[in-house]
């Protein structure tokens, strides 16, 4: 696709379900970030992918939240027994190869535990 | 530690007026600075960006920002606001070997007539 596709751009789930957001990056692009903005506040990084594996997932809150990128392209962002602290938008960006390249943004799940 | 402060959470402003947003950055290393806009419903979109060389750098939208080392800050500018402007603004530090940015929580720009 022309740009960094999300999906689902809006999710309700119930305290303690597990979620799945995808992310499909701009192709060609090796390098693939997750970032979560709550409300007020900029986007936190959560998560990087050069190519298949997890660079770095220092930004991940928690052992319930991981992500995975099998094949180098989509990648899907799991989290398990939600909290209504997870609620936020979580945003996905995807640039040609990391360093020293613009990073395009998806338009973003908003994800909501209730 | 590395972080981004917007002093402005909220900056209202004339159309045709001139607009500073304000940005000062704390990071290690030699920084690379970002610019966003996010409007109501859209994804980040980068206005400019500062890697290296002169430090005023042009952006899209007519916006441009001025990297002060000597002050670790990094302005965006617009010498006359449209309404179209009216969004929130992000300014990102990087300069990690992955690339991902850290970002400031945001000043929002409204428009008045």
């Known amino acids: 696709g022309a740009g960094v596709s999300q999906t689902p751009s809006n999710k309700v789930t119930e305290k303690g379900k597990y979620v799945e957001l995808r992310c499909d990056p701009i192709s060609g692009h090796t390098a693939l970030y997750w970032y979560r903005q709550s409300l007020g506040q900029g986007p936190e990084f959560l998560i990087y992918?050069?190519?298949?594996?997890?660079?770095?997932d220092s930004g991940l809150p928690n052992d319930r939240f991981f992500a995975v990128r099998p094949e180098g392209s989509v990648s899907t962002l799991k989290i398990q027994r939600t909290e209504r602290g997870d609620s936020a938008v979580y945003l996905c960006?995807?640039?040609?190869?990391?360093?020293?390249?613009?990073?395009?943004f998806g338009q973003g799940t908003r994800l909501t535990v209730v | 530690a590395q972080s981004v402060t917007q002093p402005d959470i909220h900056i209202t402003v004339s159309e045709g007026a001139s607009l500073e947003l304000r940005c000062n950055y704390s990071?290690?290393?030699?920084?690379?600075l970002f610019w966003y806009v996010q409007s109501p419903g859209q994804g980040l979109q980068l206005l400019l960006k500062y890697f290296s060389g002169d430090t005023l750098v042009q952006g899209i939208k007519g916006f441009e920002a001025e990297f002060k080392r000597s002050q670790s800050s990094f302005n965006l500018r617009k010498p006359s606001v449209h309404w179209s402007d009216a969004a929130e603004y992000f300014c990102a530090v990087g300069g990690g070997s992955q690339g991902n940015l850290i970002f400031g929580k945001g000043t929002k720009l409204s428009v008045k007539p």
């Open positions: 992918f050069q190519g298949t594996g997890a660079a770095d």
């Open positions: 960006a995807s640039s040609l190869n990391g360093l020293n390249t613009e990073a395009f």
């Open positions: 990071y290690g290393a030699t920084p690379y």
